[in-house]
């Protein structure tokens, strides 16, 4: 999620058949590439191929293809190429025997190609400013150019590089540098325009706003910033829905729009290079990026698979050089037009595939039971897909079964099926056990009160108190315990810390092992919905030495700065009062640490309040430590707590040069070692 922009290695070549038919020249091989997906925690992880190189198509017919940009696929069986090299549309069939062309003498240079069910051919043409419209048997029928209305910007040329066109004939036109957004013209009158749709934003980070607010007019005119980004391709479904894909907007780098241009997907895992989107059939979405990545995701654009890669110079089946398009057929297989190779990808879908698009298919149309049949086989298969994880927690939760419900939602890091399952079986317990649980706490209120009516009248409780107060006597108690008054009483408690020796390093010791270990409990077992890191991942040892070494370097840097500044605390003092400082952590962790465990999602924001709650106590307390102790004014309190924090960063600093120069000094001691038995052994 939130933090991954990885790039897929594709691996060696693997063995390559080749089939040559009379009409055309097709080839086929395996998979020379890896397929990933994207756990719960945002991790990369190989898993199944998902799709194996089916064909490529090199020729239609006799006739190669020169510099192809675009490509229709129609559910008929017809596949219509933009041959832009050479100025022409080239119509096929599904095995690639040539059907016609046309185009020729009117395109100058296509660039985007839309076809109807009803074989209507919309054509972009970007050199020729215009849009063409043929009929099914290839005849010009209408030429639409730049679009006279004002609102369109006089001075914006019409540079048209992609184009769709909905139900009733509107077209979405993307042109070259227009920033406004999709161009949106109606064939009603010959051509009006009807505005701009999908427009992208601006970058509105806390950044830009300060850079720009101190630039002049001329400045803040020219900056990037300022300008949105043209969109690099789109995509129709069905629904007249419009899918769009943007270089360099991050989440929004791929958009399904609504009527009103509203976004309507954000991809948990984005393309940053995108070339091409596509609409699947089972409510899925493919977007390829120009290096020949293809990335699947479902309808909530939770990505399924990242599958495919760049061509090295090879021309190794199933890998790309230049991307520009790309289409599923009523077959479920992929076409991926590579304009570089002039050929164009087929991808065939496994059986592993197969499976989670059927379960994707029912799951999405709200049909879960009968979703439960193709997920369990695709578990079978791979126990670790998060996805089907998911989708099964989510059916069994329809069917009311939440303990399995919640064991699924826990193995597909999905939080909100998990809140939703969790709250069920909440509500349940709470409705067979409410009677049970306030009887009992009358019974215990009862009989406390007993209890202290016998110990006023009998005196039961002496020998226990007297017991009690011996062991609160012993020194290192109540050491202990006086982190409760230092966190009630900070000003006298430093008092105590620097004056009377209330507390020692022991006691300082031994609160901070009990620190460190609520930590690595709170961190590695506290609830599932506030749990942060990987199931079953562990790090102990790491945890505890950047305690102790963030400790060492905020005490002694504070140490450090005291001491230049006439501060009057001893490092002892320092220590030990930073230390009693956590005691808000030490109190309120384990009721945060229960509180976890049985809250949901909407009530999460207690646990958010407490530890807030907690954290701000803590920052105070750490304040008027540096205060009482040296016996600053609240002004210097900020002053040292400012060098403190420089202090820091300059001993971070040095600690990496420090490593650096001991990395390229080991490094040269081995290559000089390795020389050296090299000829000795020679």
Not at 14 to 20: D, E, K, P, S
Not at 337 to 364: C, G, R, W
Not at 550 to 569: A, D, H, Q, S
Request: hydrophobic share 45%.
């Amino acid at each position: 999620m939130k933090k991954m922009k990885k790039r897929i290695i594709s691996l060696a070549a693997l063995l390559i058949a080749f089939a040559v038919s009379a009409d055309a020249i097709i080839v086929q091989a395996d998979a020379p590439y890896k397929t990933y997906t994207v756990d719960g925690y945002g991790y990369v992880l190989e898993t199944q191929t998902a799709y194996l190189p089916y064909e490529t198509i090199t020729k239609v017919g006799e006739e190669a293809l020169n510099a192809p940009t675009d490509f229709t696929l129609l559910d008929d069986g017809y596949m219509y190429i933009l041959d832009s090299g050479n100025a022409r549309v080239v119509v096929s069939d599904m095995e690639a025997n040539l059907i016609t062309t046309f185009g020729e003498g009117v395109l100058v240079n296509p660039r985007g190609i839309y076809v109807t069910p009803e074989h209507i051919c919309y054509v972009a043409d970007r050199d020729a400013r215009s849009i063409f419209v043929f009929d099914e048997n290839g005849e010009l029928m209408q030429t639409y150019g730049k679009p006279t209305a004002p609102l369109y910007g006089e001075t914006q040329d019409f540079l048209p590089l992609k184009v769709i066109a909905n139900e009733s004939g509107t077209m979405y036109i993307i042109c070259e540098s227009n920033t406004n957004g999709v161009v949106q013209i109606s064939p009603v009158e010959g051509g009006t325009f009807l505005g701009y749709f999908g427009t992208n934003g601006t970058d509105p980070s806390l950044w830009n706003i300060i850079w720009r607010s101190i630039q002049t007019e001329a400045q803040r005119a020219k900056s990037r910033g300022n300008i949105p980004a043209t969109p690099d391709n789109m995509a129709i479904d069905e629904k007249g829905l419009i899918y769009t894909v943007t270089r360099g907007e991050g989440r929004a780098t791929l958009k399904r729009l609504n009527i009103a241009g509203i976004n309507m997907i954000e991809p948990d895992y984005y393309e940053p290079v995108p070339a091409a989107v596509a609409v699947g059939n089972h409510d899925n979405v493919f977007v390829a990026s120009q290096m020949g990545f293809i990335y699947e995701y479902n309808n909530d654009g939770d990505l399924l698979f990242v599958f495919g890669g760049s061509d090295d110079g090879q021309q190794r089946i199933g890998l790309s050089t230049k991307v520009e398009a790309i289409q599923v057929g009523i077959d479920d297989k992929i076409y991926v037009l590579d304009s570089d190779k002039a050929q164009i990808q087929v991808y065939e879908p496994t059986e592993f595939t197969n499976y989670l698009h059927e379960a994707l298919y029912l799951f999405s149309k709200g049909r879960y039971t009968q979703s439960k049949e193709p997920l369990t086989e695709v578990l079978k298969m791979n126990n670790l897909f998060d996805y089907a994880n998911m989708a099964m927690g989510r059916a069994l939760y329809k069917e009311e079964n939440y303990s399995e419900a919640v064991y699924y939602a826990r193995l597909a890091k999905d939080y909100e099926g998990y809140s939703d399952a969790f709250w069920e079986i909440r509500n349940n317990w709470l409705k067979h056990n409410l009677a049970t649980v306030i009887i009992l706490l009358i019974i215990l209120f009862v009989l406390k009160k007993v209890i202290s009516v016998l110990d006023k009248k009998k005196h039961i409780l002496d020998k226990p108190r007297a017991a009690m107060h011996k062991v609160g006597e012993v020194k290192i108690i109540k050491q202990l315990r006086y982190m409760f008054y230092y966190m009630r009483h900070p000003i006298d408690g430093c008092y105590g810390i620097k004056r009377e020796g209330r507390v020692s390093v022991l006691s300082a010791n031994i609160l901070l092992v009990i620190f460190m270990l609520f930590y690595i409990i709170n961190k590695y077992f506290c609830g599932f919905l506030l749990k942060y890191v990987r199931e079953g991942s562990y790090d102990i040892f790491s945890d505890i030495g950047t305690i102790v070494v963030m400790l060492v370097l905020v005490v002694g840097c504070n140490y450090l700065m005291c001491t230049i500044n006439e501060g009057e605390g001893k490092f002892k003092h320092i220590y030990c009062s930073f230390i009693y400082s956590l005691g808000p952590y030490l109190v309120f962790m384990p009721f945060i640490f229960l509180l976890g465990h049985v809250v949901t999602f909407n009530e999460a924001f207690f646990v958010q309040f407490a530890n807030l709650f907690m954290y701000v106590w803590i920052a105070v307390l750490i304040f008027i430590a540096i205060k009482e102790i040296n016996n600053y004014k609240v002004k210097e309190t900020f002053k040292i707590i400012g060098l403190t924090i420089f202090t820091i960063l300059i001993a971070c600093l040095l600690a990496f040069i420090i490593y650096v120069l001991w990395s390229q000094v080991f490094d040269f001691i081995q290559s000089v070692f390795g020389e050296v038995v090299y000829r000795i052994g020679s």
